[in-house]
């Protein structure tokens, strides 16, 4: 079958059109559709909510204050993550902590944590100058929820 001019001309601009759809929804249409999701998890002022006030977290020294045990109890169900990050100011000035993440399986979580750095079995500890600032973020189907609170060990 021999197609003439006209017919190519056609044939042509209905590739070109399908060609330019695809690139806009390859382009523009995922990324609204991601927006859409990031602003369902994410508030718009940038602020993550805080945690529910029944979940109870505690953080309790050990070991001569070496040592310490943080303990989440009574999470959301639908958690999957945490994100933890332990700052605290040492006795000679530095700025010291842990920064960590968690995957969830159940309601409550402990974790032991060193204060201070361990490698190939000997550990130099940390003299912590004053308080110790949690900061956690859990995660979920619910998006992100935020907790920080100061402990004095």
């Not at 999957?80 to 530095?94: A, M, N, Q």
Request: net charge positive.
């Amino acid at each position: 079958m021999k197609l003439n001019r006209k017919t190519m001309m056609v044939i042509g601009g209905i590739f070109l059109l399908l060609f330019i759809l695809s690139g806009y929804w390859l382009f523009i249409g995922r990324k609204a559709s991601t927006n859409k999701i990031n602003k369902q998890t994410i508030p718009s002022d940038g602020a993550i909510p805080t945690i529910d006030s029944s979940v109870k977290i505690s953080l309790t020294a050990l070991t001569g204050k070496k040592e310490v045990l943080l303990s989440i109890k009574n999470m959301s169900l639908n958690t999957t993550g945490l994100e933890y990050i332990l700052s605290y100011e040492t006795v000679e000035g530095g700025l010291q902590g842990v920064n960590s993440t968690a995957e969830i399986t159940g309601r409550d979580f402990e974790k032991k944590i060193t204060l201070g750095t361990c490698s190939s079995g000997t550990c130099v500890y940390h003299n912590i100058k004053d308080k110790i600032k949690v900061e956690l973020v859990f995660k979920g189907d619910y998006g992100a929820r935020y907790f920080t609170k100061e402990y004095e060990l």
